[in-house]
């Protein structure tokens, strides 16, 4: 998932609320920070309420494990785990760096592993995690990776009601529409997810060929075109 080129377009619809709106995000150069060498995932939101936000996130990928680096602690730590089992529970540090709004020191939330499945997605089968906000019978955690099992599946990431790929809010309840990520492609190509718009947009290979001949006449043009 953490290669090159690869994109994730997330969309969600409702009523003018700020989480609302459209995503991209994209995988770019490798960076080297805290001994360990990873790569900037630029992601670019647009609101629904006209409002354009940008952000890049550090993750790597060693063997099944997702990373992402905390600058404002200084440390990688563990995003998710493809090779989990049912039972695991991940501890994820919360703070601004990884898309989390919660002010003050950097905060653990815990993730529970549910199950675990496969699916066929085109020639190549994939593990599937399914999570939950993990409760230790005190207090729940506040972040989740979506919504009716938060699925993550290998090589793609978070899907179905997630709208980020570090992780979102139990708490946000947006309107007329659950958030879903639309699509997922790599090397142009579409992987995971809708061929429709915005996706579409992201795989110029595609684009180009779908396009209709148009004619223009006469040619040239005198007076009346």
Same mark, same amino acid.
């Not at 905390?70 to 998710?80: D, F, M, N, P, T």
């Not at 785990?81 to 939330?109: K, M």
């Given at each position: 998932?953490?290669?090159?080129?690869?994109?994730?377009?997330? @969309?969600?619809?409702?009523?003018? @609320?700020?989480?609302?709106?459209?995503?991209?995000?994209?995988?770019?150069?490798?960076?080297?920070? $805290?001994?360990?060498?990873?790569? @900037?995932?630029?992601?670019?939101?647009?609101? =629904?309420?006209?409002?354009?936000?940008?952000?890049?996130?550090?993750?790597?990928?060693?063997? +099944?494990?997702?990373?992402?680096?905390?600058?404002?602690?200084?440390?990688?730590?563990?995003?998710?785990?493809? $090779?989990?089992?049912?039972?695991?529970?991940?501890?994820?540090?919360?703070?601004?760096?990884? $898309?989390?709004? =919660?002010?003050?020191?950097? =905060?653990?939330?815990?993730?529970?592993? +549910?199950?675990?499945?496969?699916? %066929?997605?085109?020639?190549?089968?994939?593990?599937?995690?399914? %999570?939950?906000?993990?409760?230790?019978?005190?207090?729940?955690?506040?972040?989740?990776?979506?919504?009716?099992? $938060?699925?993550?599946?290998?090589?793609?990431?978070?899907?179905?009601?997630?709208?980020?790929?570090?992780?979102?809010?139990?708490?946000?309840?947006?309107?007329?529409?659950?958030? !879903?990520?639309?699509?997922?492609?790599? +090397?142009?190509?579409?992987?995971?997810?809708? !061929?429709? !718009?915005?996706?579409?947009?992201?795989? %110029?290979?595609?684009?180009? !060929?779908?396009?209709?001949?148009?004619?223009?006449?006469?040619?040239?043009?005198? +007076?009346?075109?």
């Amino acid at each position: 998932m953490l290669q090159e080129g690869n994109e994730w377009c997330c @969309n969600v619809y409702c009523l003018l @609320n700020p989480q609302c709106g459209y995503k991209h995000y994209s995988a770019e150069g490798a960076i080297t920070v $805290g001994g360990q060498t990873g790569r @900037n995932v630029s992601s670019f939101t647009l609101q =629904e309420m006209g409002i354009e936000e940008t952000r890049t996130d550090i993750l790597r990928q060693s063997n +099944d494990t997702i990373y992402c680096y905390s600058e404002e602690a200084g440390v990688w730590h563990l995003l998710y785990d493809f $090779g989990a089992q049912p039972g695991d529970i991940w501890e994820i540090q919360t703070e601004l760096h990884v $898309g989390y709004d =919660e002010p003050g020191e950097p =905060e653990i939330f815990k993730v529970l592993v +549910d199950a675990i499945n496969q699916v %066929t997605i085109g020639e190549n089968m994939h593990r599937v995690i399914y %999570t939950s906000a993990c409760s230790d019978n005190i207090e729940l955690s506040s972040y989740h990776f979506g919504h009716n099992g $938060g699925r993550i599946i290998d090589g793609i990431g978070p899907v179905d009601m997630a709208h980020g790929l570090t992780g979102q809010s139990i708490n946000e309840l947006l309107l007329l529409r659950n958030p !879903s990520f639309a699509c997922f492609i790599a +090397d142009g190509a579409l992987i995971w997810g809708s !061929s429709a !718009s915005p996706c579409y947009t992201l795989n %110029t290979a595609n684009a180009h !060929s779908d396009r209709a001949e148009l004619n223009l006449y006469p040619n040239p043009v005198v +007076d009346l075109f």
